[in-house]
């Protein structure tokens, strides 16, 4: 029937290098089968080396993608990523509020991992009070998690306790990303949902520098999962599988960070 393909939104930053943000969040839907389309809120230079320079969207310019997008599109799930500051946050959610485009996945994208600022200090308010209670999954990593609740976060039963006061500022559930843990042998993400069930995500730890985009991957194969049906815990689970094996059958591109191999879900892997 016309219109009615599984259809996703990706609310984020580009990554000249391909790597990251929309351009890795697109590359996600097309594997996992959903058409997806994008509302561009900043453009960077950037590469696996770091990021350049950046500049946020106008405004009326965001304004008009969203409205463009609700006119003709049938978008069944969305994510948020890189929103730059205070004011575009609070644009974003103006829209998200206005438009409905099914369940919202927001990655709270602070800090690339080149170390550069993605997201200005000004703006971890904006995202607390306003984009974090509209999210249906909410995918932190350590550092965000930690900027976010104000909490110190180094021992499981902390990233558990982190994840219960997400919940009480307003996110549905809850997926705090384990990746920058200390662990040698593992990287473990804790899972919170909405009807106080909770569980551990657990994959084998990679050596491998490779890694340039994880966070943006892991949210929009959620997005994309939620859009063709799928339920919030059936879709994280499959978000840490697709990643894993991304990781695990990594691609040599670039001198730094490289991107993840987005086709490895299926070729090779263990998809």
Request: charged letters at 20%.
């Amino acid at each position: 029937m016309t219109n009615e393909f599984p259809q996703t939104l990706t609310i984020a930053g580009t990554d000249s290098g391909g790597g990251a943000g929309i351009m890795a969040d697109l590359k996600t839907m097309q594997e996992r089968h959903v058409f997806g389309t994008a509302v561009v809120v900043a453009v960077t230079a950037q590469n696996t080396l770091g990021v350049q320079d950046f500049m946020a969207l106008p405004k009326q310019l965001i304004d008009e993608q969203f409205a463009s997008l609700a006119a003709d599109f049938k978008i069944q799930a969305c994510k948020t990523g890189m929103l730059a500051d205070a004011e575009h946050v609070h644009i974003v959610v103006e829209n998200l509020k206005k438009y409905h485009f099914g369940p919202l996945t927001v990655d709270p994208v602070m800090i690339a991992k080149g170390g550069a600022a993605l997201l200005a200090d000004d703006a971890v308010a904006t995202v607390q009070k306003e984009l974090v209670p509209l999210a249906d999954v909410l995918t932190p990593n350590l550092p965000e998690a930690q900027r976010l609740t104000g909490l110190t976060i180094t021992t499981s039963e902390e990233m558990e306790r982190a994840a219960v006061k997400l919940q009480e500022m307003g996110a549905k559930n809850v997926l705090i990303k384990g990746g920058h843990e200390a662990t040698p042998d593992k990287a473990s993400d804790f899972v919170l949902l909405a009807d106080g069930r909770s569980f551990w995500l657990s994959a084998p730890r990679i050596d491998t520098v490779r890694t340039h985009g994880t966070g943006d991957t892991l949210s929009s194969c959620i997005t994309a999962e939620l859009a063709k049906g799928n339920d919030f815990e059936s879709a994280i689970r499959l978000g840490k599988d697709y990643v894993t094996a991304a990781i695990a059958h990594p691609i040599e591109v670039g001198h730094g960070h490289g991107p993840l191999n987005h086709w490895a879900y299926g070729q090779g892997g263990t998809i």
